[in-house]
């Protein structure tokens, strides 16, 4: 019987800035790829802030250069293989099962259930997003109430040159426009913040140098109002998504996700179809 691991706090680090929490992803030598470690950093980082009566806004970033390159798939610290504790939803331990029922339970947990709680989290998460944001980069961003841009940031789900329908947390469709959707989609090429901007996907751009500030100023601006007239607020938009079909669409996508996993298994090297860091770095040239 395996036994779960408890995921060590250094890939996020958690600080308080008055009613402002700031939670940021910590693995800048790798872009901030999400390892399994840090997404259940990420995880004790929200329920933490959102346990602290003081804190009213959080603001979620990325140290170095990017804000986050997507799942890990290639770093020296990739732990899809390990074990541990489940927080998001019912399903068993994946790390000694085979094949689908592996992956399904895995992302199950850590993918589309821990992004759909970190959306309900009752106060204002304002995602400070600078160079890349890429794949399952764009879960984190998309799951925040706000995003502010810098300059230099872009966008991309490059995951269809993996004969994948898009990543996991499929909101495509709802940040922003169905054909824009589909382009993005369909060509796997960067969208710039300007760009992001311009279709209603991002709220902000500003200057580099000027992010962290700019997006400070924003979380303390809202900090000002009433804690409940938040919550509620927040919740009646995340409602009205819903009725617009997020939550169903999300569920029906991600069944698609995974066939299009098997599909792979069954017909190439692996369920990524054969696709790489380096590979997916060369198909983008």
Same mark, same amino acid.
């Given at each position: !019987?395996?036994?779960?691991? #408890?995921? +060590?706090?250094?890939?996020?680090?958690?600080?308080?800035?008055?009613?402002?929490?700031?939670?940021? !992803?910590?693995? +800048?030598?790798?872009? /901030?790829?999400? /390892?399994?470690?840090?997404?259940?950093? %990420?995880?004790?980082?929200?329920?933490?802030?959102?346990? &602290?009566?003081?804190?009213?806004?959080?603001? %979620?970033?990325?140290?170095?250069? *990017?804000?986050?390159?997507?799942?890990?798939?290639?770093? +020296?610290?990739? &732990?899809?293989?390990?074990?541990?504790?489940?927080?998001?939803?019912?399903?068993?331990?994946?790390?000694?099962?085979?094949?689908?029922?592996?992956?399904?339970?895995?992302?199950?947990?850590?993918?589309?259930?821990?992004?759909?709680?970190?959306?309900?989290?009752?106060?204002?998460?304002?995602?400070?997003?600078?160079?890349?944001?890429?794949?399952?980069?764009?879960?984190?961003? =998309?799951?925040?109430?706000?995003?502010?841009?810098?300059?230099?940031?872009?966008?991309?789900?490059?995951?269809?040159?993996?004969?994948?329908?898009?990543?996991?947390?499929?909101?495509?469709? =709802?940040?922003?426009?169905?054909?824009?959707?589909?382009?993005? %989609?369909?060509?796997?090429?960067?969208?710039?913040?300007?760009?992001?901007?311009?279709?209603?996907?991002?709220?902000?751009?500003?200057?580099?140098?000027?992010?962290?500030?700019? #997006?400070?100023?924003?979380?303390?601006?809202?900090?000002?109002?009433?804690?409940?007239?938040?919550?509620? #607020?927040?919740?009646?938009?995340?409602?009205?998504? &819903? %009725?617009?079909?997020? *939550?169903?669409?999300? &569920?029906?996508?991600?069944?698609? *996700?995974?066939?299009?996993?098997? *599909?792979?298994?069954?017909?190439?090297?692996?369920?990524?179809?054969?696709?790489?860091?380096?590979?997916?770095?060369?198909?983008?040239?």
């Amino acid at each position: !019987m395996s036994t779960a691991r #408890t995921a +060590p706090p250094d890939p996020v680090r958690y600080e308080r800035r008055g009613a402002v929490a700031l939670v940021t !992803m910590d693995r +800048p030598e790798y872009r /901030n790829a999400q /390892n399994s470690a840090m997404t259940y950093a %990420l995880d004790r980082a929200f329920y933490r802030a959102a346990d &602290d009566d003081e804190v009213k806004v959080v603001i %979620l970033a990325g140290a170095g250069q *990017h804000f986050s390159a997507g799942h890990d798939i290639g770093t +020296p610290e990739r &732990d899809a293989h390990l074990p541990f504790d489940r927080t998001a939803g019912l399903w068993w331990d994946h790390s000694q099962k085979a094949g689908a029922e592996s992956r399904f339970a895995r992302e199950s947990e850590v993918y589309l259930g821990m992004c759909r709680r970190w959306r309900e989290l009752p106060k204002p998460v304002i995602a400070s997003v600078q160079g890349a944001c890429v794949a399952g980069g764009l879960m984190l961003a =998309w799951v925040c109430d706000l995003i502010v841009a810098s300059e230099d940031a872009f966008f991309a789900d490059p995951v269809v040159r993996m004969g994948i329908p898009g990543v996991e947390y499929f909101a495509h469709p =709802w940040v922003m426009p169905p054909r824009i959707a589909k382009e993005f %989609l369909y060509t796997g090429d960067r969208m710039s913040a300007r760009r992001a901007y311009e279709v209603g996907m991002v709220n902000r751009v500003v200057p580099r140098e000027e992010l962290a500030r700019h #997006t400070l100023d924003l979380a303390e601006r809202i900090a000002a109002m009433p804690r409940m007239g938040l919550a509620l #607020t927040k919740r009646a938009v995340n409602q009205a998504e &819903d %009725l617009q079909g997020l *939550h169903s669409g999300l &569920d029906s996508v991600f069944g698609l *996700h995974h066939l299009a996993h098997a *599909h792979n298994a069954e017909t190439s090297d692996d369920s990524l179809g054969g696709m790489d860091v380096r590979a997916m770095k060369e198909a983008r040239r």
